[in-house]
């Protein structure tokens, strides 16, 4: 019988073979993992397992005996050397994967080979080399939400639920947990951390990753993945757990136990039950995922997320700090800008430092010093980064040594990293600053370390560890005693050919080899009658005897012999350094991080000295004061001396708090926006800034609102998606905040998106008096400065000529009254004909439009007797009867829309 397309669930597993029944009982053990299962040189995968490989990897899909009732099972597999390649593809994909290994070998098997399951692959557990972003932290997250009772009894909604968050990278050693107040929080911190894999536990039966057989067709997750809450985001990897390891106790348990500590205090998480809960399950996972492959982590740490300058979402995706808003790639972001860093360290630790930049003034302090020390001692700099361009990745060294699964080559690598430390040092003997200083004095015993690794393994070694060639000579007596008696067989096996040819007289012997025979004597058909009698006679071929002799097979057995020995002593060994070089692991990581920053800022000054920079001066005050800026990512786009600098002066002496910015498209509006809080970023980041000078007060977050988007997904128009983003803004923003705003109001009619820009440009000034810059294309809001004492015009400015006009990109005191948007249209290529009928049109609206030039505040307009602002009804953009056209749509002088926007009306 064949039936390819079989359930596992429907089988009567006693009608299996006994392979097939091994099989079932450990998948049972792993239901939500996709099963490889070692057998001979490939790992292969049966029933939906093999159909999901087959689709899933674009692999054959083949079938096996499962059985005189059964007939043939689907099954697919993949070569064992391919394990790396082919798990990569699959975890990319979402899925977990149990690896179950022959644990013996056929010769040692008495009955089934013995096998066991000895590492769990899941997306946020990876550590090999292979399946991870060099430059880029894989995070393990874990979730706890408070308990619905005891939410209820503190008066809290949905929206406002508290949260317990965790997450761990086990290939770099970071462990960090936290409590968040309310769901917008925890959604933020995932946004920023995009963790590979979530955790949240639930109360669900036999919890799975995905229903990956009925429904991944359709890219349907498990229906007990709607356990997750709707507000999380849906484009994460979750895994469901259970309850247990989440609970307070266990996991309060779980940390002590792992640390072997007897309180949390020092941890600071004591008194944070949703923060104790989130740790202690996500290191009950690592537990059940990683077996006796244990990663070790740095200590836990706990932080809050407002002791940090927040940037949610959307403001990291129009600052473009990690990846373009265009096609989500690094080229073009900030990061791409800033990161002239020496190592994947390095690296990881820039785009940290970037995505959560500091608000303690003595933290970016000693940033800042260390950059300006290295920028200004060039050799300094030049010398170290040199030396940092020569030390691997110590970080994740340290956690395939830890975990067991580090081969010759990663300690070699190490070694060589560890020995650049006293140079390192020595570099920076005489340095001040507080970055540097941490690298003055590196441990001894990794120095020893360095050294007893060189000493030992040979310079280049294999990747395998079970071919040999990886100790040197002189480090085991054994070794090098079995070593010198193989040698000396090869040796006379190589001058066998001679001696014997001078013995017999034969000058045609040769001394062959095959795999069926091994070594042999080959003497022709036509001489074999000369073979001596010690001769044995082996294999008759048309051409030639082949013949064996007592001594050739000793000798060959002991050469082959040797070298399995001589490939299980070096194993051996290397187990044993491998565990050695494990116990020095917390002082290789601290070593690491302190490299890692000193990389960074390297790298920051690197890129202040090439694109002059200066640094900026840190007040706990409001004030924003930038001396002619630069976007930093613009600037290195164009050629040298193209980028025009401009000046912005906010929430200090005589500077107002909202600054009013009109201007033409193209003209540098946004990018004028997007580098004021870029510097503020990277001024609290600990960087130097592209200015002339730079003085800046902490801010407490950063609020962007640049482009249109919309979210077709859950039926939000562009317009929907604009308003919500402004809302969380005007909701969130406090003195200390610094709010960039470009084109609010512009997906709706012409005097709704008027009125609404006009009302958040106004409570922005008066209610929240945040540092702001409002970039807007409604000339009207230039009267709010005559308003508000806090608020202030300025245009970006253009050079007008008969034909065209010429962007200037310098923003000026004063307000725009044009847009010039026929004239970028123009520019864009549209049709002469249709740029010339856009011409007349906008004559025939400027002739007969009555559209109020301005809105003003009811109680100004009673101050200015004789005047009253009016406002038309929004009925028709055009004012002028057109062939057609069966009458004029009619202005209502009636409507006030000062008194409107009164909030005391």
């Avoid at 860093?341 to 630790?349: E, K, L």
């Avoid at 022709?524 to 005897?545: F, H, M, V, W």
């Avoid at 630069?630 to 050629?639: D, G, I, K, N, T």
Wanted: hydrophobic share 40%; proline share 4%; aromatic share 6%.
């Amino acid at each position: 019988m064949t039936n390819l397309a079989l359930n596992s669930s429907q089988i009567d597993r006693n009608a299996l073979t006994p392979m097939l029944q091994h099989y079932m009982g450990v998948k049972d053990r792993y239901s939500h993992a996709v099963l490889l299962y070692r057998m001979g040189d490939f790992f292969e995968t049966f029933f939906e397992d093999a159909q999901l490989v087959s689709r899933e990897l674009e692999l054959v899909l083949t079938g096996r005996d499962g059985g005189k009732t059964l007939g043939r099972i689907p099954m697919a597999g993949i070569p064992h050397h391919a394990l790396d390649r082919y798990a990569r593809q699959l975890v990319a994909k979402g899925f977990s994967i149990a690896i179950c290994d022959q644990v013996e070998t056929a010769a040692q098997a008495q009955g089934l080979v013995k096998r066991e399951v000895t590492r769990v692959l899941t997306p946020g557990t990876v550590i090999e080399a292979g399946m991870l972003a060099a430059k880029q932290n894989n995070f393990l997250a874990a979730i706890v939400a408070a308990d619905p009772s005891h939410q209820k009894s503190n008066g809290n909604s949905k929206g406002n639920k508290k949260w317990g968050l965790a997450f761990a990278d086990i290939s770099t050693g970071e462990f960090m947990t936290t409590q968040l107040a309310n769901t917008e929080q925890l959604v933020q911190e995932l946004l920023r951390l995009q963790p590979a894999e979530v955790l949240f536990p639930t109360d669900a039966p036999n919890p799975n990753l995905f229903d990956s057989y009925s429904n991944y067709d359709d890219k349907k997750r498990s229906p007990q993945l709607d356990a997750i809450p709707p507000e999380l985001p849906d484009f994460l990897c979750y895994t469901l757990r259970s309850q247990t390891s989440f609970l307070l106790v266990e996991a309060k348990q779980k940390i002590m136990t792992t640390y072997k500590v007897r309180s949390l205090e020092g941890f600071g998480c004591a008194s944070l039950s949703l923060a104790i809960r989130a740790a202690g399950g996500l290191l009950e996972y690592l537990d059940s995922t990683q077996k006796d492959l244990k990663a070790p982590l740095h200590n836990l740490t706990t932080y809050t997320v407002t002791d940090y300058l927040i940037l949610d979402h959307q403001t990291r995706r129009n600052l473009e700090i990690t990846q373009t808003v265009r096609d989500g790639t690094l080229a073009g972001s900030l990061l791409w800008a800033l990161d002239c860093t020496s190592t994947s360290m390095g690296s990881r630790a820039l785009r940290r430092w970037l995505l959560q930049p500091l608000k303690d003034t003595q933290q970016i302090s000693d940033r800042a010093d260390t950059v300006a020390e290295l920028f200004q001692h060039h050799n300094l700099r030049k010398n170290l980064r040199a030396l940092l361009h020569e030390i691997y990745d110590i970080e994740r060294l340290c956690s395939r040594i830890g975990a067991g699964t580090a081969n010759a080559r990663d300690l070699v690598a190490l070694a060589d990293s560890l020995s650049k430390l006293t140079d390192v040092a020595d570099l920076l003997a005489k340095a001040e600053s507080p970055y540097l200083k941490t690298l003055q004095s590196p441990p001894l015993e990794l120095a020893e370390l360095a050294n007893f690794l060189s000493d030992t393994l040979i310079d280049s070694p294999p990747i395998y560890l079970t071919e040999g060639n990886i100790i040197r000579d002189g480090v085991s007596p054994q070794i090098d005693q079995i070593r010198q008696q193989s040698a000396a067989d090869v040796e006379w096996l190589a001058t066998l050919e001679k001696t014997e040819r001078e013995r017999t007289g034969i000058n045609t012997l040769k001394v062959g080899y095959n795999k069926a025979f091994g070594y042999y004597l080959s003497i022709s058909r036509g001489k074999s009658d000369q073979a001596p009698d010690d001769y044995i006679r082996k294999q008759t071929l048309t051409n030639e005897e082949r013949f064996i002799t007592p001594e050739l097979k000793e000798r060959e057995a002991r050469i082959l012999n040797a070298k399995a020995e001589i490939n299980q002593l070096e194993y051996d060994l290397f187990v044993q350094l491998r565990s050695q070089a494990a116990t020095h692991i917390t002082a290789m990581r601290s070593v690491a991080r302190d490299l890692a920053a000193a990389d960074a800022l390297a790298s920051l000054a690197e890129v202040a000295n090439k694109y002059d920079y200066c640094r900026p001066e840190i007040t706990s005050d409001r004030t924003i004061n930038i001396q002619n800026g630069r976007h930093p990512v613009v600037e290195q786009s164009l050629p040298s001396g193209f980028f025009v600098p401009n000046s912005a002066r906010l929430g200090c002496t005589q500077a107002p708090d909202l600054i009013i910015l009109t201007g033409p498209n193209m003209s540098g509006k946004s990018i004028y926006l997007r580098q004021v809080g870029l510097i503020q970023l990277m001024a609290q980041v600990g960087s130097f800034v592209p200015a002339q000078s730079a003085t800046l007060g902490i801010s407490d977050r950063i609020f962007t609102r640049v482009g249109a988007v919309d979210d077709l997904a859950t039926g939000q128009s562009t317009f929907m998606v604009e308003m919500n983003e402004t809302a969380n803004i005007l909701n969130h923003a406090q003195d200390h905040s610094l709010v960039l705003l470009d084109e609010i109001g512009r997906g709706t009619s012409t005097f709704d998106g008027m009125a609404i820009a006009w009302s958040v440009a106004e409570h922005i000034a008066k209610q929240i008096q945040a540092r702001a810059i409002f970039a807007t294309h409604y000339h009207e809001l230039n009267e709010l400065a005559s308003l508000l004492t806090n608020v202030t015009n300025f245009q970006v400015t253009v050079k007008e000529l008969e034909d065209e006009i010429i962007f200037l990109h310098q923003v000026q005191p004063g307000g725009a009254d044009r847009s010039y948007g026929i004239e970028v249209g123009r520019l864009a290529g549209l049709p002469p004909a249709v740029i010339a009928r856009a011409k007349q049109v906008l004559e025939q609206i400027a002739r007969n439009s009555h559209i109020a030039t301005g809105l003003r505040r009811g109680s100004s307009a009673k101050a200015t007797k004789g005047k009253k602002n009016q406002a038309k009804s929004q009925l028709s953009i055009f004012e002028t009867s057109m062939e057609g056209s069966a009458s004029h749509n009619q202005a209502n002088p009636d409507l006030d829309l000062d008194s409107a926007t009164d909030p005391d009306n």
